[in-house]
């Protein structure tokens, strides 16, 4: 029932917030052709919960043109429902469809679905997929069930498992272990409630090796530099806080109380954040924290005026050092479709792209 | 357990008519024939001005349904909100308004959820129900409750009340139903006179199903899509109703009639269609309780004198045996209880001008144990004074209604205090007996549901209440040739234009999981209901009547110039609907066919092509036939529903039921 109250409440959202629109907006490519895909960027859009539209959309950077749903288009069946993270490997892409159950292998070349694996307990009861993380001979992925599988990318077949938390959020790899946030966000209103801490996973013997007590609700995790991780600790949502850890000791370094959604790494001391005022002035943050000072200051990222009004809802952040772009993708109200904006190192705005719903995720297609 | 119950009631339908060939009976053919035309004079006294919509019992009797939710999508304007299957969820939406703002009124009172503001339709079984009329505005009675003047719409649910021959003591009806999906019903309808004064009626339903119907899993939009053949699981239903009214008629001035209300269901709740995926584990139980008194007394020629009372109880029961929690389940319960007074009194100021003052007081109170917010409690008073002239040609209906809302909570030591004047009125003119014009305006509000304010926790209390204001023009043409056997034809026509304000929406507040509810946003509405209803009597003893509903509603969102929904319909509002009713019946074999259509809606606010739900259309026959036993009458029913096998869903991806056959045996003792 909590279910259907969910999806009620999405269609109560009959009327969306109203938005700036923005120059520079991208053609809908309406005349796709199968075949091997130009250059350009995969996004990939959760779609709404219930609706089964998680997309995975295609930005043809030579003719400036966007294809929805190519993951649809080629394959004649739809992406699934919730897809949440995406990772590239040689060359697939492989995309975690949480309330599909699923893992969806696709050629990065064509868009052409290799395998379907199914994410499924020993009872088949959905594990719900969540993130990803790598090495170079293996895929690792958490799941909402408390779980880290190994995925070999070469069989695309499930390996060993290991136990975690309560509820992953993300996962990453520093110092050759894995670290897993465990969030317990499904347990936020029982008396138990969150879970808070960050398991350390040795992916050679698949065995947890210790918990990091972080405090409650962590949730994205990424490496900063050679053995540091930064993590976000969201708490109760009032008073979020980013951390680190230090790989070689598995200790907590710094904890910053600082306000933020996302993040990805810019270089060795910085990050780039993003988050929303929904208090009170509903504007969106996009700035750069310098993890290795001693203070909370922040300066802003984005240097082109006139831009930062038009994110709505700054949602995921993937920084492309190669690339020298920033894609920044903004879920809007949550009930319109996205768009994905893009900047330099800099921070200067380049283009935008209107794509499918609750954009997350951007791989790059040289 | 179910078994038990289930042999209990295959004993009463052996015993039953045992006892009841004690009975000494009349001719049961007449006196129904007789109670068919008194129904008929009465309903054409005089030509009814308010803008309105029904389903009376003939269409009810001789249409396949199992709840009021079947029923409602026949009546103009209403778009129903189907989850597909027996257990799935049913909900009303009236001309582009929202089903917070409709007022559902079973047997005089209000039906209240306090914790969502909608009222699930599918648990009014359609087996006892006389009559559903949805009115547009309200309706003009001045002996109501104030609750019943404070939506938007009302929509009357009124069950079956038996009349009895001067000779008669004791009548009863058996039905019994089998069908697609191990569909089974079984029904008792007993009434018995007590003496000159009292009568009692009791009604008895239980309803089961496995609910595994077939369905197509569309892995997409395009026509070239992947598609899969699917059975839908865990959508089993098992439900009993009982209801025990007591009608007292002490005089002609005073009467009384009582009820005791017993509901219990368990579901399971399929959820979505997910690509790749679909196992559920979610269920759900309800259980209703309520006993309710409407009290009538005139004291005089002018002044006139009544008393709703209700007291109820509800539980639900959610639980999720799948649910990734520590628990590794998930189990919420909800209590609701309502306690609820009203006292209304008219006084005829002179020969067609009349005046009535109604009052209700409503105690509303919600517990979950096991959630953050454990409890919630509302105290409401609603006042209306209403004005009503009526020279049966000329009719001018006025009130303000004045709304005062305390509520208390576990998030705030501060009392939430709401007040709010709302005002009605309706001119009307009917022309020659036949043409009435009429025109209402009518300002009103829905208030926050408990869910708005307290199970979302951020920003409840800046809330304020929905706004919705009704302007609406109505023509109707009635024309009726002859006393006996008169052929008739009504038409109505109803042109609108609704505005609704400060609409309460949910938005994701800093992830999708934590969810806030705001006022914002103005959606605009016009539209056009068109309803005809005609009856004929053809040679060869055929008696044939046509009922038929279209219905236009343009019902688009106006909040912002610049956002890329602005102007786009609502979600799940179609602008073209309609619904088309003929019943031949003859004394040999009586049939039916039914249609309704459904045009093109969108799952979403944004009008994408990704967004849309495909037009349905739904043909459905019944086929019965009389068989008189010596002393009793029987009825058998075939059905065919969804004849042409559409394969459509009125909610996305939750598929809806496709050819489904029914057959029912009635008896009347």
């Known amino acids: ?366 | 357990m179910r078994i038990k119950v289930l042999i209990n009631f295959l004993l009463v339908l052996i015993i039953v008519p045992n006892i009841s060939y004690a009975q000494k009976l009349d001719s049961i053919r007449s006196t129904l024939l007789k109670e068919v035309l008194i129904s008929d004079t009465i309903r054409r006294e005089s030509i009814q001005k308010e803008s309105s919509s029904r389903i009376d019992n003939t269409m009810i009797e001789k249409i396949e349904t199992i709840s009021v939710g079947d029923l409602a999508k026949y009546i103009a304007g209403v778009n129903v909100k189907d989850y597909g299957g027996i257990g799935g969820l049913k909900t009303i939406s009236v001309r582009g308004l929202g089903s917070n703002h409709s007022a559902v009124i079973y047997d005089g009172i209000s039906v209240t959820d306090f914790q969502t503001g909608q009222v699930d339709l599918s648990k009014f079984s359609s087996s006892n129900i006389k009559e559903i009329r949805l009115y547009n505005g309200q309706s003009y009675s001045l002996l109501q409750p104030a609750r019943a003047l404070a939506s938007s719409n009302a929509f009357f649910i009124e069950t079956i009340r038996p009349g009895f021959d001067s000779t008669e003591r004791f009548k009863t009806t058996l039905k019994t139903t089998y069908g697609s999906f191990n569909y089974a019903n079984l029904g008792i309808n007993s009434a018995f006179k007590i003496n000159n004064i009292w009568t009692s009626l009791l009604d008895l339903d239980i309803n089961n199903t496995s609910g595994k119907y077939p369905y197509l899993l569309r892995y997409g939009n395009n026509g070239n899509d992947s598609t899969s053949k699917e059975i839908r699981k865990n959508s089993d239903y098992f439900g009993f109703r009982s209801e025990l009214n007591l009608f007292g008629s002490f005089n002609s001035s005073t009467d009384i009639k009582l009820k005791a209300y017993y509901f219990y269901s368990e579901r399971g709740l399929p959820m979505s269609t997910t690509y790749y995926y679909t196992n559920s584990g979610q269920r759900l139980w309800d259980e209703n309780f309520f006993l309710q008194s409407i009290f009538t007394h005139k004291l005089n020629n002018r002044l006139e004198y009544r008393n709703h009372l209700k007291a109820l109880y509800s539980f639900t029961h959610y639980y999720d045996s799948k649910a990734i929690t520590f628990l590794g389940y998930q189990s919420d319960t909800y209590y609701q209880r309502e306690y609820y007074i009203n006292n209304v009194g008219s006084y005829k100021i002179c020969k067609n001008f009349s005046t009535s003052l109604s009052n209700d007081i409503i105690l509303n109170n919600l517990n979950s144990p096991n959630l953050f917010i454990s409890s919630a409690q509302r105290v409401s008073s609603l006042s209306a004074w209403s004005f009503l002239y009526d020279n049966s040609k000329l009719l001018i209906n006025a009130n303000i209604l004045n709304t005062i809302v305390e509520d208390r909570s576990d998030l705030s030591t501060t009392p939430l205090i709401k007040k709010h004047f709302s005002p009605f009125l309706s001119l009307g003119y009917t022309f020659k007996n036949s043409i009435t014009i009429s025109l209402f305006y009518k300002d009103i509000f829905r208030m926050p549901t408990f869910n708005d304010l307290y199970f979302n926790r951020v920003n409840e209390s800046k809330l304020k209440p929905e706004l919705t204001k009704q302007l609406n023009l109505h023509l109707e043409y009635f024309k009726s040739l002859g006393f006996y056997k008169t052929n008739s034809i009504d038409i109505s026509l109803d042109i609108y234009h609704n505005k609704v304000n400060d609409k309460i929406i949910a938005v994701p507040q800093r992830n999708l999981f934590i969810w806030s509810v705001i006022n914002y946003g103005q959606v605009d509405i016009n539209g056009i209901d068109l309803q005809t209803m005609f009856r004929a009597y053809l040679p060869y003893s055929i008696d044939l009547r046509v009922r038929s509903t279209y219905s236009y509603q343009y019902v688009v969102d106006i909040s912002n110039k610049e956002s890329v929904t602005y102007k786009n319909q609502v979600p799940y509002t179609p602008k073209h609907s309609g619904s088309l009713f003929i019943n031949l019946k003859h004394p040999f074999i009586d049939f039916s066919y039914t249609f309704s259509f459904v045009g093109k809606r969108y799952s979403l606010p944004q009008n994408t092509e990704r967004n849309l739900l495909k037009p349905y259309q739904d043909h459905s026959i019944t086929i019965s036939k009389d068989i008189n036993l010596k002393k009793q009458k029987m009825n058998i029913g075939l059905s065919c529903l969804n004849l042409l096998g559409e394969k459509y869903e009125v909610v996305i991806n939750y598929p809806m039921p496709q050819r489904q056959f029914r057959i029912n045996f009635k008896i009347y003792l």
Request: charged residues 20%.
């Open chain 1, 1 to 366: 029932m909590r279910k259907i109250k969910f999806l009620l409440s999405i269609i109560l959202l009959s009327i969306s917030l109203g938005f700036l629109s923005c120059t520079d907006d991208t053609d809908i490519d309406t005349n796709y052709q199968e075949g091997n895909l130009p250059k350009g960027l995969f996004i990939l859009c959760e779609g709404l919960y219930g609706n089964n539209n998680s997309s995975l959309d295609f930005y043809n950077s030579d003719s400036n043109s966007v294809v929805l749903d190519l993951f649809n288009k080629v394959n004649n069946q739809g992406l699934g429902d919730t897809g949440n993270d995406m990772i590239e490997f040689n060359d697939y892409i492989f995309i975690a469809i949480k309330e599909s159950a699923t893992v969806q292998v696709i050629n990065k070349n064509n868009g052409k679905l290799v395998k379907r694996i199914p994410i499924l307990n020993n009872n088949g009861i959905n594990r719900k997929p969540s993130r990803f993380a790598a090495n170079t001979s293996m895929l690792y992925l958490c799941t909402v069930d408390g779980y880290v599988l190994e995925i070999n990318p070469f069989t695309l077949s499930i390996g060993r498992i290991v136990k975690v938390g309560r509820n992953p959020e993300d996962i990453c790899l520093s110092n050759n272990k894995l670290y897993i946030t465990n969030s317990g966000g499904l347990d936020f209103n029982s008396p138990i409630g969150y879970d808070n801490t960050v398991s350390v996973v040795d992916p050679i013997t698949m065995t947890e090796i210790m918990k990091i007590d972080v405090g409650d609700n962590p949730a994205f995790i990424k490496e900063l530099r050679d053995g540091l991780i930064g993590l976000i600790v969201k708490g109760d949502y009032s008073n979020i806080k980013f951390k680190t850890i230090n790989t070689l000791t598995d200790e907590l370094v710094d904890s910053f109380e600082i306000p933020m959604l996302n993040f990805d790494v810019l270089d060795k001391n910085n990050i780039v954040y993003t988050n929303v005022d929904y208090f009170e002035s509903m504007e969106s943050k996009i700035k750069i924290f310098n993890f290795s000072s001693n203070t909370t200051n922040s300066v802003d990222f984005v240097s082109t005026p006139g831009i930062i009004n038009q994110i709505t809802a700054p949602y995921g952040i993937n920084i492309s050092i190669s690339n020298n772009e920033v894609y920044i993708t903004d879920a809007r109200d949550f009930i319109t479709s996205g768009k994905v904006f893009v900047f330099d190192l800099q921070g200067n705005y380049k283009y935008n792209i209107n794509v499918g719903y609750l954009p997350s995720k951007v791989i790059i297609r040289n």
